[in-house]
């Protein structure tokens, strides 16, 4: 059961991932307005890993060693700089873990993995095509429509 779960959670995961970078506009995701979350959500999110978000002007560094500049500086992990890394990374370790905690549901293993397969699918799906849409929330009154983006 547990497995299962994570698997819904990986499928809703990568439809965050999916509806960032093809459907930001039609998403729910442009209606954020904390500054700092608006452009973690956006989909130039992944720029947030740059200096002053300009590939050009190199990476964001962390010191390990806060007293000595420059000695032990390493990439700010991308996986904290933008939402769809870190979805990314969510839905990695979700599924890495379903092996350690798989309890078997049927008494082939090939069911087992076409429920898995189908629970992913539809988890994915639902995420995708309803939840993070902006007309089920607008439908639903809890947003207003027509902010841009």
């Given at each position: 059961m547990i497995a299962l779960i994570l698997i819904v959670f990986a499928g809703l995961s990568w439809a965050v991932m999916?509806?960032?970078?093809h459907h930001?506009?039609?998403?729910?995701?442009?209606?954020?307005?904390?500054?700092?979350?608006?452009?973690?959500?956006h989909e130039q999110g992944w720029r947030g890993k740059y200096n002053f978000?300009?590939?050009?002007?190199?990476?964001k560094k962390w010191n390990l060693l806060f007293f000595t500049p420059w000695i032990l500086?390493?990439?700010?992990?991308?996986?904290?700089?933008?939402?769809?890394?870190?979805?990314?990374?969510?839905?990695?370790f979700a599924l890495l873990a379903v092996p350690f905690v798989h309890e078997p549901l049927t008494s082939q293993w090939y069911w087992d993995y076409l429920i898995y397969g189908t629970t992913f699918n539809l988890s994915f799906s639902l995420g995708y095509n309803?939840?993070?849409?902006?007309?089920?929330?607008i439908f639903l009154g809890l947003i207003a429509g027509n902010r841009e983006g």
């Open positions: 999916d509806t960032i970078k930001y506009y039609e998403s729910v995701f442009k209606y954020i307005k904390n500054t700092f979350w608006y452009c973690w959500f978000d300009s590939p050009e002007m190199g990476r500086e390493v990439n700010k992990p991308v996986q904290i700089t933008d939402a769809w890394h870190f979805f990314k990374m969510l839905v990695l309803t939840l993070f849409k902006e007309s089920l929330w």
